[in-house]
């Protein structure tokens, strides 16, 4: 069974219930204050609970109980008493109990063993069940090896343990003699992640916990230990996160429905869609179509001109425009009828949807549908081609095109193409990577939409200094190196990200284009006319003083505004086109060796710059 606790979304007990049933989970967890604030008994809980199809699995938490002197000993067993009656009505025969953390508490295992004892025989007299889980920062109990050995010896059939992947991991406990506890006797499994983070367990408890799939910790050993026991009762996810609370409940559950997935496969890797025999390869972008009006059309079109691409094409039936150079094609979509019309006036100008070359289209898009992502299908034109497609980032599409299609039939079936455009290419060959803006609430929902539906392995996160304010950057890359995304975020409105996303709602911002030759690109690029975001002598003379390099070479990069880095396996060279109408722009680049990185170190300079330089547009219009 899957089930997510309420805690874990926002809005009330009403909408919660919504959104767990519309993502297709089974079961839900009852965190009791939600109850609490909800106006209406709990029967009117459990008729909608039933209403939506779904089982309340549990109420919870029931805290500071075990190894309590009295009198609270007393009060805490007709405390349960008063819970089970609610559980009753609830419609749900289980409750968890989490390790006391009272400092009233004494440290006595073979107390707290008959205090369970005790709660299990009255909660087996009205038919239900209790669990228990080690808390992290219990006071006295705080491991779930401890927990377990307090769980049999209390030793009674209404008795069970609680697992919970975040206080199993986050402490730094061993999963492996996970794998000896019998499967019968766990009650309840929680799933969480979390980013590594150097930070009290509680805090990073209560406001970092995150789903399997968008954080750092050993969810797939924990799984896998896991799936050892045997064990076949409910996983559940029960996620403490700030951005959560304020994230729309609809998309958060759906987001959990891809985690759970992701981590039953984990449990059993032979099955998994996500182990790299099984993850979907890739032969890099094919293209990006940009939708906007015919006047911001004419405009790109110079800038294209300027770069280097040839206008090579005309869409048979629609207002479009075909543009490319090297292995990029580029689409100009003006058409006033389609999808990308509805996009733009949600969006301004801005790119509507990319292409990528897909080896197996079809199987990709199984993966993508097992993961619940959400298939499109627009009008098609006779005799065109119909290329499947996904939803993705803030509803822009992403089409999968087989490497023989993307090599000619689809251009020559779609568009009057003319004949021997004039070759004005500058040497730019693909491109290497895409970067997108995205509100800070939805960066780990994107994250984990690209692992699950296209198998994309997440790098660490990268926080950069923008003049106007912290922009937080995270790398998406496939197993192949083919397909390389980075999601940018920011609190702050006025950086770079941020006046994207107040702007346009977010989407891609950055267009990454490869050369062999980032010199003789720029050169020609610059004598045509392009202009660049100049970069400042301090960066250079600081360049110089950082890295051995050639002065030749420094000064070379000084005269074209190129960056630079390097790692111990290549070197990575970028330079940055100004913003085009003030949405996205150009990046042009040159990889050396096995360089993987993006010139992270760079950026805020990079920032600065391109701060600077809209400023001063800004101030001159």
């Not at 209390?154 to 199993?168: K, R, T």
């Not at 990268?462 to 197993?479: I, R, Y």
């Amino acid at each position: 069974m899957r089930s997510i606790a309420t805690v874990s979304l926002s809005g009330d007990l009403g909408s919660k219930f919504e959104a767990v049933a519309r993502a297709g989970y089974d079961g839900i967890e009852i965190f009791e204050n939600d109850l609490l604030t909800w106006n209406g008994a709990p029967e009117t809980v459990r008729a909608l609970a039933e209403s939506l199809g779904l089982v309340i699995i549990a109420l919870q938490p029931f805290r500071d109980f075990e190894a309590m002197p009295e009198p609270h000993r007393s009060r805490n067993l007709v405390r349960a008493e008063r819970k089970f009656a609610l559980m009753k009505a609830l419609g749900t025969d289980f409750m968890l109990i989490c390790s006391n953390t009272s400092p009233l508490s004494v440290a006595d295992d073979a107390r707290a063993a008959e205090d369970l004892r005790e709660l299990a025989e009255r909660a087996a007299a009205h038919g239900l069940r209790i669990g228990f889980e080690a808390l992290a920062w219990g006071r006295h109990i705080n491991d779930y090896r401890h927990a377990w050995a307090i769980v049999e010896r209390a030793d009674h059939p209404a008795l069970g343990l609680v697992l919970d992947s975040f206080h199993v991991l986050a402490p730094g406990l061993p999963t492996a003699p996970i794998a000896d506890i019998p499967g019968e006797r766990i009650s309840l499994v929680h799933l969480a992640d979390a980013p590594l983070m150097q930070m009290d367990l509680l805090n990073w408890s209560r406001h970092y916990r995150c789903f399997p799939g968008q954080g750092g910790l050993d969810m797939a050993g924990f799984m896998r230990a896991l799936g050892r026991t045997g064990y076949k009762g409910p996983l559940s996810h029960e996620i403490f996160n700030t951005d959560f609370r304020m994230a729309c409940a609809r998309d958060t559950a759906l987001d959990g429905m891809r985690s759970m997935i992701l981590a039953e496969h984990l449990r059993d890797e032979t099955s998994a869609p996500n182990t790299p025999a099984t993850s979907p390869s890739f032969q890099g972008i094919h293209f990006l179509e940009f939708t906007l009006d015919e006047t911001q059309a004419k405009a790109l079109g110079k800038m294209l001109t300027l770069l280097g691409f040839c206008h090579i094409g005309r869409h048979r039936s629609k207002n479009i425009d075909l543009w490319r150079q090297g292995k990029v094609h580029l689409v100009l979509n003006m058409d006033t009828h389609i999808f990308a019309h509805t996009y733009r006036l949600m969006h301004g100008l801005s790119v509507c949807a990319i292409g990528v070359r897909a080896d197996h289209p079809e199987q990709t898009m199984a993966r993508a549908q097992t993961y619940r992502a959400c298939a499109f299908e627009g009008p098609v034109g006779p005799g065109e081609l119909r290329l499947p497609a996904i939803r993705g980032v803030n509803d822009s599409l992403i089409y999968l095109v087989d490497p023989d299609t993307a090599r000619d039939r689809q251009w020559r079936t779609d568009f009057f193409l003319f004949e021997a455009p004039v070759p004005l290419e500058a040497g730019i060959t693909s491109i290497d990577h895409l970067s997108t803006a995205v509100a800070p609430t939805q960066r780990l929902r994107w994250q984990l939409f690209f692992r699950t539906v296209f198998g994309l392995e997440a790098s660490i996160e990268h926080e950069m200094a923008d003049p106007n304010g912290l922009v937080v950057s995270q790398a998406l890359v496939s197993q192949d190196q083919t397909i390389r995304l980075v999601l940018n975020t920011s609190p702050a409105h006025d950086t770079l990200p941020g006046r994207f996303m107040s702007e346009g709602r977010g989407g891609i911002q950055q267009i990454a284009l490869a050369t062999d030759d980032i010199f003789a690109t720029l050169d020609q690029l610059i004598a045509r006319g392009l202009r660049l975001v100049p970069i400042p002598d301090n960066y250079y003379d600081d360049l110089a003083a950082r890295i051995e390099l050639d002065d030749a070479l420094v000064e070379a990069m000084r005269a074209r505004h190129i960056l630079y880095d390097q790692s111990e396996h290549g070197e990575f060279l970028h330079a940055y086109t100004d913003l085009f109408d003030g949405r996205f722009h150009f990046e042009i680049i040159e990889r050396r060796g096995d360089y993987t990185q993006f010139g992270a170190v760079n950026a805020p300079i990079r920032l600065a710059a391109q701060s600077r330089l809209h400023t001063v547009t800004a101030r001159a219009s």
